[in-house]
């Protein structure tokens, strides 16, 4: 996938955000539609009023990045612990 942000006119590549209120298909980086909402809160293509809740869209940010900590955190268990059974226990 392909997608640019209509705001900042840079690619999206993981965290996005797209209006369930809006039929036009955009998608937004997470930042930059809370800096957009907080100045108009129509939509940048079609001009529809759309309502956003600005803690949800931070909220599910934060959520990615704890989950992408608890993985990074994951593999690196594993990595030391098998590195700790070849060096030690072979």
Same mark, same amino acid.
């Given at each position: 996938?392909?997608?640019t942000?209509?705001i900042?006119?840079?690619k999206?590549?993981?965290f996005y ?5 809006c039929?036009?298909?955009i998608?937004?980086h ?5 800096k ?5 809160k129509?939509c ?5 009023k ?8 931070r ?8 989950i992408?900590?608890?993985? *990074? *955190?994951i593999?690196?268990?594993?990595l030391f612990?098998?590195?700790f ?6």
């Open positions: 996938m392909n997608f942000c209509p900042c006119l840079d999206i590549q993981i955000y797209k209006s369930k209120n039929n036009c298909n998608r937004y997470n930042e930059c539609v809370i957009w909402h907080k100045i108009s129509t940048i293509y079609c001009g529809k759309i309502n956003i809740d600005l803690n949800k869209i909220n599910k940010y934060y959520e990615y990045i704890v992408i900590l608890n993985l *990074i *955190i593999l690196f268990y594993y612990y098998y590195l059974y070849y060096l030690f226990c072979i």
